[in-house]
C-alpha cells in the first residue's frame, strides 16, 4: 500500500479530495463544502449511497461529510487535539440530526485510525450526536481507497512518500527557500566522498539558515536513505543543552517506541548502533554545542550524518561548510517571494538585516501582515537601531512592536514551551478556545514571528530568547501553572491510551515521546516552585500519577523516585493527608521494586497509619496487600501471611472481591514459598474464582500461571503445562505483551522443572524477546536469570555467564538492589562450578553485602550458604561451617523448612570427620 503525503494538502485541498471520494461512494450528488448556518464547513448528500459502507447494504438519507486535516505526519486520531475538534462538532451534528438534515455522518481526516480508537470514537460520537451511522475515514481508509483510484491522486496532484509507513521522517524545508546553490552542491559532494557534513554558521550567528539548508539536503539526496530520516534538536544555544545519551534515546525510539533504555551510556551507545545497524539513515542533529556532545551519536557509515551548529569544532569525516550570509540576489529574491509590493527597497532592505534568512522572512512577514506598512518607514526604523541590537533582533522588535497589546502578551506567552507546541497547548496557556488560538497563531506566523515544523509550532530560539526577556512577572507565572496543568492531562491521556492496549499502547508512547520536553518542562516548574505556589504543589503531587505506566517505562527509576518524592513533599505542604499517603504508596512499590524492602517497609506502614486515620478502608486493604509482599521479599513468609490475612478481612468487610482476590493469591504464594504446595493451591483456586466472576482476565491468567506451577512441584506435569497454557492464552487474546512475557517465562521454567531443558531455553528467549520489545527491563533481567540458570543445567558455564553479566547491569542500572544480589549470587556459584572458587566468592561476598543491606532475609540465608561452600572447596572447613550455622539461625528465623532441611545436610556433610578438605588453593 502506498503512503500518500496527505498532510501536503491545504485544508481546501483535502476537503476536495473528500468530495472526490464521496462522489464515487455515495454519488455525483454530494454537495461540496461551503459555510453552513451552523458556522462549520460542511458537505452533504441525500439519497442511496451507491456503494458505502457496501454495495448490499448501502447507507441511506441524509449525509453529513467532514474533513479535518493536519499538516502533521505523524498525527493519530488519538491525539487530544483531535478529541477536542469531535467534542466541538458534536454537538452541532446533534443539532442537524434534531432539525431532521442528518441520519448519517461521515468525517474524512488525515490522521492515522487505528481499530481501537476508532471503536471508541464512533460509539461516542454515535452517544453524543444521536446520529445512529457514524463513520471516521482515516488516513488508512483513505489511503486504500486512492490505491485502487490512482486518477484522483493524480487529479489531485497527491505525491506518494518515499518512505515505508512508520519510518521516522523530517519536515521538508521552507517553501520560500531561495539561493544557497554553491553551498548545496559542495554539501552533495561531501556526502559522496565523505558520507556527512557540518554546516557551521559565519560569526556563530543564528538565524542564517543552518537548519533549512539541511533540511534542503535531505530534500535533495532522501531516496537514497529509505531506512528514515530523523531530526534532533540538540539545543546546543540553549542554557541545557540535550545530551548525548538522551540524542541516542531519541533516536532508538523512531524505531523502538516501547523501549526502556539504561542508563549506562556504554549499554545505550550499544543499543544504539543495533537499531541503527542495517539501516540507511540521514540524522541531522541540529544545533549542536560541541564535539563532546556529537561524536558519540556519530553511527556508522552507512548513514548519512549531517550537523549544524553556531561553533566551531572538529569531527572526523564530516566535512566543514562555514556559512555565510545569503548573496544579495538570493536575499532579494527571498524578500520579494514573502513581499513582493517592497519593489526597489527589498534590496535596501536586505542588506539592512544583514541578508539573514531569519531576519529576511521576519520582515517579509511584517509587509504580509501590514499593507499599509510603508518600506521606506521600515528601512528608517531599521537605520536607527541601536548597533549594539543584533540584526536579527531589530527585525523581531520592530515586528514585535506593531503588534496589539494582546498579541504582544500571547506571544510572549509561547516563550514558555522549550520546544515545538500543538494548539491545544498553546490554547490552554492562552486561555482561549483552539480556532482562536489558530488564528493568532496565523497572524504571529504570517509577522514571521512563530514557525511551523511538521505541523506543530515553535519560536527559533533568538525570537524564544527575546519573549523571555519581555515576559512579565505575573504573565510567566500565568502562562508556567497552565503549561504544567495542560501537560498534566496530556500525560494522563497518553496513559489511559497505553492501558488500551493493542494499537493505542504505541498511541500513548508516541504522545509521551512528542509531548516529553514540554513534560519535563511542567513537572521541573511545579517542583521547583511546589514551597510557594499552592497550584504548582499541586501539580506537583499530579504528574507522577497521572501518567504512571507511561512514566515506569520512559523514566529511570532513580529519576522516577525523586519525581514521587517531590509528590509526596507537595502533598504534606498542601496538608493533603489522602494524598501523602498515595504518595507514600507509590514510594513504597517504587521502592520494592528496587529491592530496597527497609524503604519499602517503612513508607507502607506510614500509609498505613494515614488510611486507618482517613477511615480509607480501600487503601488500607491495599496498603495491608503491599506490606505482606515487602515482608515476603524480605523471606519472612509468616509475617507477611499475617498482613495478607488483615488484607483479606478488610476487603470481605468492604464486599470489595478485587483485594480479596490479591490476598488470597500473595497468600497462596506464600504458602508456596513455605513448601506448603497443596495449601498454596487452595488459595489461588479461591483467587481464581472470584477473578473469573469478575470478569478479571489479567488476574485470572495470573492465578492460573501459579496454579500451573504449584500443580508442576505436586508432580502433574500435563496438568501444570496445561494451565500456564491456558494463562498465556487469555494474555495474548488481551494484546497483553508485557504479562505475556511473564507467562512464557513461567512456561519454561515449568519445562526446566522436568528437565526438557532445551524447550526451557525456548521459551525463556521468546520472552527475553517480548520484555525487550514493551521495554519492561526488570523483567528482561528475571528472563537473563531464568535463561542463565537453564545454560548452567546444560553445563554451558560461558553461555549462562554471558546472561548473568547481563543481568547484573541491568540491575545496577535500574538501582534494582534485589535483582543485582540475585545476579551476583549467580554469578558466584557459575564461577564456582566453573572451579574458579576464589573468584566466586569475590561475588558471594557482594551478594551478601546487598542483601544484608535490603533486609531480604531468604537470600542472606542462601549467600551465606552458597559462601560457606565455597570455602568448604578451598579447605577452610572453620568459615565454612561458621557461615552456614548463620544461614541455619537465619533460616529458622523467618521459619524456612526448606532452608533449614538443606543447611543442616551441608552442616552434617562438613563435619564428618572423614571428609578430606580440599586443599586446591583454586
Known amino acids: 500500500m502506498n503512503e500518500y503525503l496527505l498532510q501536503t494538502l491545504s485544508p481546501g485541498g483535502f476537503e476536495e479530495l473528500a468530495v472526490r471520494i464521496c462522489h464515487e461512494i455515495l454519488g455525483f450528488g454530494t454537495i461540496s463544502f461551503s459555510s453552513g448556518p451552523d458556522g462549520g464547513r460542511d458537505a452533504f448528500f441525500e439519497g442511496t449511497a451507491q456503494r458505502y459502507p457496501s454495495e448490499v447494504e448501502p447507507w441511506a438519507g441524509k449525509f453529513v461529510i467532514q474533513a479535518k486535516h493536519t499538516e502533521r505526519a505523524d498525527a493519530s486520531c488519538s491525539d487530544s487535539d483531535f478529541t477536542r475538534i469531535l467534542k466541538t462538532e458534536a454537538p452541532k451534528v446533534a443539532a442537524l440530526r434534531q432539525a431532521g438534515r442528518c441520519d448519517n455522518y461521515l468525517l474524512f ?32 481508509t483513505i489511503t486504500s481507497y486512492l490505491d485502487g483510484a490512482s486518477e484522483i491522486a493524480e487529479a489531485m496532484g497527491l505525491q506518494v512518500s518515499p518512505f515505508v509507513a512508520g519510518l521516522p521522517s523530517i519536515p521538508p524545508p521552507t517553501r520560500d527557500f531561495a539561493g544557497r546553490t554553491d553551498e548545496l552542491e559542495e554539501l552533495r559532494k561531501a556526502v559522496s566522498e565523505h558520507g556527512g557534513a557540518m554546516i557551521y554558521g559565519v560569526r556563530g550567528l543564528g538565524g542564517i539558515g543552518k537548519t533549512q539548508l539541511g533540511l534542503k539536503l ?3 539526496v532522501g531516496d537514497d536513505y529509505p531506512d528514515g530520516h530523523i531530526l534532533v534538536e540538540l539545543g546546543g544555544a540553549s542554557e541545557h543543552p540535550m545530551s548525548a545519551a538522551d540524542a ?20 545505550l551507545h550499544r543499543l544504539y548502533h543495533q537499531a541503527l545497524k542495517d539501516r540507511r539513515v540521514i540524522l541531522l542533529l541540529d544545533n549542536a554545542a560541541s564535539a563532546e556532545q556529537v561524536e558519540p551519536v556519530l553511527p556508522h557509515t552507512g548513514c548519512l550524518t549531517l550537523v549544524t551548529s553556531r561553533k566551531r569544532f572538529a569531527l572526523p569525516k564530516l566535512h566543514r561548510l562555514d556559512l555565510d ?10 524578500l520579494l517571494s514573502l513581499a513582493p509590493l517592497l519593489g526597489d527597497e527589498a534590496e ?3 542588506e539592512l538585516l544583514g541578508r539573514l534568512p531569519l531576519a529576511l522572512r521576519v520582515a517579509g512577514g511584517a509587509f504580509a501582515e501590514d499593507p499599509f506598512l510603508e518600506p521606506v518607514q521600515y528601512v528608517h526604523k531599521l537605520e536607527d537601531r541601536d548597533e549594539r541590537v543584533t540584526l536579527v533582533e531589530a527585525a523581531i522588535d520592530f515586528n514585535y512592536g506593531a503588534l496589539e497589546a494582546e498579541l504582544k502578551q500571547q506571544w510572549r506567552a509561547l516563550a514558555i514551551f522549550p520546544g515545538d507546541f500543538d494548539i491545544a497547548g498553546v490554547a490552554t496557556v492562552w486561555a482561549v478556545e483552539a480556532d482562536a488560538a489558530r488564528k493568532v497563531l496565523g497572524i504571529l506566523y504570517r509577522a514571521g514571528l512563530a514557525e511551523r515544523r511538521g505541523g506543530r509550532c515553535r519560536l527559533h530560539d533568538l525570537a524564544r530568547d527575546f519573549a523571555a526577556s519581555r515576559l512579565r512577572d505575573g504573565e510567566r507565572r500565568t502562562a508556567a501553572l497552565r503549561h504544567a496543568g495542560h501537560y498534566v492531562e496530556v500525560l494522563r491521556e497518553a496513559d489511559r491510551l497505553y492501558t488500551e492496549g493493542g494499537d493505542s499502547i504505541l498511541e500513548g508512547l508516541a504522545l509521551f515521546d512528542l509531548e516529553w520536553d514540554n513534560l519535563r518542562a511542567g513537572q521541573a516548574w511545579a517542583r521547583a516552585n511546589a514551597n510557594v505556589d499552592r497550584e504548582a504543589a499541586e501539580h506537583t503531587y499530579l504528574y507522577p500519577t497521572a501518567g504512571v505506566f507511561c512514566l515506569y517505562l520512559r523514566l529511570h527509576p532513580a529519576d522516577w523516585r525523586r519525581w ?12 493533603d493527608r489522602r494524598g501523602e499517603g498515595v504518595a507514600l504508596g507509590n514510594l513504597a512499590l517504587t521502592c520494592a521494586d528496587l529491592g530496597d524492602e527497609r524503604r519499602a517497609i517503612s513508607y507502607c506502614k506510614q500509609a498505613l497509619v494515614i488510611y486507618r486515620e482517613l477511615g480509607e478502608r480501600w487503601s488500607e486493604g491495599n496498603a495491608l496487600n503491599h506490606l505482606g509482599l515487602s515482608y515476603a521479599h524480605r523471606g519472612e513468609e509468616e509475617k507477611a501471611i499475617g498482613y495478607y490475612k488483615q488484607a483479606l478481612a ?3 468487610q468492604l464486599g470489595d472481591r478485587l483485594i480479596e482476590s490479591a490476598a488470597l493469591s500473595y497468600q497462596g504464594l506464600a504458602y508456596d514459598r513455605l513448601g506448603e504446595v497443596g495449601k498454596a493451591v487452595a488459595y489461588y483456586e479461591g483467587a481464581l474464582v472470584i477473578s473469573r466472576e469478575l470478569g478479571d482476565r489479567r488476574g485470572e491468567a495470573a492465578h492460573l500461571g501459579n496454579l500451573g506451577s504449584a500443580y508442576l512441584q505436586l508432580g502433574d506435569v500435563d496438568k501444570g503445562i496445561d494451565l500456564c497454557e491456558q494463562a498465556l492464552v487469555i494474555l495474548r487474546g488481551l494484546e497483553d505483551r508485557r504479562s505475556e512475557g511473564a507467562a512464557v517465562g513461567t512456561l519454561g521454567r515449568a519445562y526446566a522443572q522436568i528437565g526438557k531443558v532445551d524447550k526451557a531455553i525456548k521459551y525463556f528467549r521468546q520472552a527475553l524477546d517480548v520484555h525487550r520489545e514493551v521495554g519492561d527491563v526488570r523483567s528482561e533481567g528475571t528472563a537473563l536469570d531464568n535463561l542463565g540458570r537453564a545454560y548452567v543445567d546444560l553445563g554451558e558455564v560461558d553461555e549462562a555467564l554471558s546472561c548473568f553479566e547481563q543481568q547484573l547491569a541491568i540491575s545496577q542500572d535500574i538501582g534494582d538492589k534485589r535483582g543485582e544480589g540475585i545476579a551476583l549470587g549467580n554469578l558466584g556459584l557459575a564461577y564456582k562450578n566453573r572451579g574458579e572458587t576464589r573468584r566466586a566468592i569475590g561475588y558471594l561476598k557482594q551478594q551478601l553485602a546487598i542483601v544484608c543491606e535490603i533486609g531480604n532475609r531468604r537470600a542472606e540465608a542462601s549467600a551465606r550458604g552458597n559462601l560457606g561452600l565455597a570455602y568448604a572447596d578451598l579447605g577452610k572447613m ?8 548463620q544461614a541455619l539461625e537465619v533460616g529458622q528465623a523467618i521459619k524456612s523448612p526448606e532452608i533449614i532441611q538443606i543447611t543442616l545436610g551441608h552442616l552434617e556433610r562438613l563435619r564428618d570427620p572423614e571428609i578430606q578438605p580440599s586443599l586446591d588453593e583454586r
Not at 523512531?254 to 551510556?265: F, I, S, T, V
Not at 572453620?878 to 552456614?884: K, V
Open 248 to 267: 541516542m534515546a531519541s533516536v532508538i525510539r523512531a524505531y523502538e517506541p516501547q523501549a526502556k533504555l539504561p542508563e549506562a551510556e556504554e549499554d
Open 650 to 652: 478488610v476487603s470481605r
Open 878 to 885: 572453620d568459615e565454612a561451617i561458621a557461615l552456614l550455622e
Open 564 to 575: 514521587l518524592e517531590a509528590a509526596y513533599s507537595a502533598a504534606v505542604a498542601l496538608d
Open 348 to 350: 535596501r532592505i536586505a
Open 218 to 220: 535531505v530534500e535533495l
Open 325 to 334: 550570509a545569503l548573496t544579495p540576489e538570493a536575499a532579494r529574491e527571498l
Open 109 to 140: 481526516t488525515n490522521r492515522k485510525l487505528g481499530a481501537v480508537i476508532e471503536g471508541k470514537l464512533v460509539k461516542e460520537l454515535r452517544q453524543e450526536t444521536g446520529v445512529g451511522n457514524v463513520a471516521i475515514l482515516g488516513r488508512e
